[in-house]
């Protein structure tokens, strides 16, 4: 320790002399100069505090850490976290310094001034309710801004996972070319293409449905996508007619959230990708970028769910979703629908 | 196809005359005989007229696979998942009988009459809130009869993923042997205990807590099992001493599900496990039979994740679960509490 480094608590910044200047700011890029000091925030001054490179004083009494620590957690809402957060990013040797929406980290190698902040940080508690849209925001601050966003969610043990969010653009190979399919019938809650020809032809070029014997089961967003497009026709039990619009009126009340899935699976279809149901993987879809043949179906490259525009994630869940993503090699994008369909992907990172 | 054999739909019934005991009860133990003849249920009937092994008449008229299947659909609630299972199962060449809940299965090589079944089956679509208690209930009674549970979830397009459930029992090998831990602080949402020494110890013997420099933090349910083992002593950030009752209070106000998670911790701890976060799988906990020390942590055999008595599983949420706890090479295990801790393991089948 170099000669003794005095601040001063005032508010929620602790305030320095000129003397820190050459020690925290030009070696460690500690805090910003302010006047003809130092100001650090209270994240930084309880790393320093706590590696005895400064020492603190409240209205004259000096704060050890625990007092400081104490202190600094009824004056910063979720201080605890970012404090976790700050510290073990400095301790993996990346250059942080506060900033919004959290912090902002500088690549390996790289310090303000030399290079640009890589990532942007938004810490989050594994108990905080987590809605699409404050994950949105900074995303499309980091995207204007061409860094990237950082999130780091600190569990109730204050372990950190990281993950990097960005909006994603998809696109696939598969022209789907498909044309008559005949009459299906929406049974109790799946529909049932009858010929077996047809049959045999949608599943082998478009990769629809389900084959059971020589007939194919349609999912409901499936057959509302097929007659959207007129390849099928759709009857009902009592053999009436069925246009997209009754049909999407039963469909709804098969599945809440049909409209939702189905604007999805549309867009992502129109896009040339091939869409089918993600169930075992606990999502609403598995996409392929192309499937040349029911004999050769690839592997899949995207995990989607749909969400809500307005939809709040719990943490474990979000952290449960692209884990398993993760552990079946493919990647997790949520789809919600605001003026178009718009897809967030959001991948584990290992700093 | 040996001689033709006519079945007569009445009711949601399927009556056969003498002639197709030989052909179908004895030799492939479809229906049950009744009076003279025999009697298939719908999903028997549709599996069978199907590979034209039986005819089909209502009311005189003959139906055809399409129009049989219609009007099955129309007969029973749930038929279509039933056939796919069903047949699914019957093509693997098991012999199916209907049976509460939906089926049982003969293991492999046995029959009606020659071995018990192994295993009873309850049929789940995907879109179906699926309440613990009625995956308790045939549990329960399989368990009894010694036999096993599966559950067949069917998804949107027909695919069928097989599990296993049972009740488990859980005991682990630690006793964690811990004394005195000293003075902790609940700050915003977690503990801090600030003795080095104490700190060292608490991991190092019982695997406690996340070591933060010198200090440990704890999380709400290790600190409250440790408060209320006498092992530490607890104060607010404005230095109150705190009992459990107090901790509690406020806990629930951080955590709701407080109370769950601490019976559950504490009935695992109780029974010499290890018991830790869960979040990284998007669990309440993850579980060790035994750590020797925090240089030595070996895999953790379970997952646990609580909830209450009244919960209602969404099969595609109980689907990701088990998933990863696959994918990571543990057990997915579900605890609720009735008059006692209980815990439901629900694992993959590949039958």
């Known amino acids: 320790m170099s000669e003794e480094i005095i601040g001063r608590l005032i508010g929620d910044k602790i305030g320095l002399g000129q003397q820190a200047l050459p020690d925290l700011y030009e070696q460690g890029y500690f805090g910003r100069p302010k006047g003809k000091g130092l100001e650090l925030s ?30 600094a957690s009824s004056l910063e809402k979720g201080f605890e976290f970012r404090y976790v957060v700050y510290k073990d990013l400095r301790e993996r040797g990346y250059y942080v310094q506060p900033g919004r929406p959290d912090f902002r ?35 499309r601050v980091a995207g204007q801004m061409r860094k990237k966003l950082m999130l780091a969610i600190v569990d109730e043990e204050s372990d950190i996972t990281f993950y990097e969010a960005r909006e994603k ?16 019938t929406l049974l109790e809650d799946r529909v ?56 999407a ?65 719990l943490p474990p869940v979000l952290s449960r979703a692209v884990r398993l993503a993760h552990s079946v090699r493919k990647l997790m994008v949520f789809a919600y629908v605001s003026d178009e369909v718009r897809y967030l992907e959001i991948k584990r990172l290992k700093p």
């Open 169 to 184: 653009s998809m696109s696939g190979l598969m022209k789907a070319e498909v044309d008559e399919g005949g009459m299906a």
């Open 105 to 139: 980290v500088y690549p390996r190698g790289g310090h303000p001034g030399k290079s640009p902040a890589e990532f942007y940080v938004l810490v989050i508690s594994e108990r905080m309710p987590l809605p699409l849209q404050e994950i949105m925001q900074p995303v």
């Open 249 to 313: 009126a039963k469909a709804r009340r098969i599945e809440s959230d049909f409209d939702l899935k189905f604007s999805v699976y549309k867009d992502l279809r129109d896009k040339s990708l091939v869409v089918k149901t993600g169930f075992k993987f606990g999502t609403h879809f598995r996409v392929y970028k192309q499937v040349q043949g029911p004999g050769k179906v690839p592997h899949s490259e995207y995990l989607v769910h749909t969400v809500s525009v307005d939809h709040v994630f």
């Open 192 to 247: 049932v293409l009858w010929d077996a020809a047809a049959s045999r032809r949608l599943h082998e070029h478009g990769f629809f449905g389900k084959p059971v014997g020589e007939r194919l089961q349609l999912s409901l967003v499936e057959s509302a996508y097929l007659l959207d497009r007129g390849v099928i026709t759709l009857v009902d039990r009592s053999g009436g007619a069925m246009d997209l619009q009754s049909f």
């Open 42 to 71: 209270l994240v930084e001054a309880a790393y320093l505090l706590d590696r005895t490179r400064i020492r603190v004083l409240s209205e004259g009494k000096e704060l050890d850490f625990q007092a400081f620590f104490q202190a």
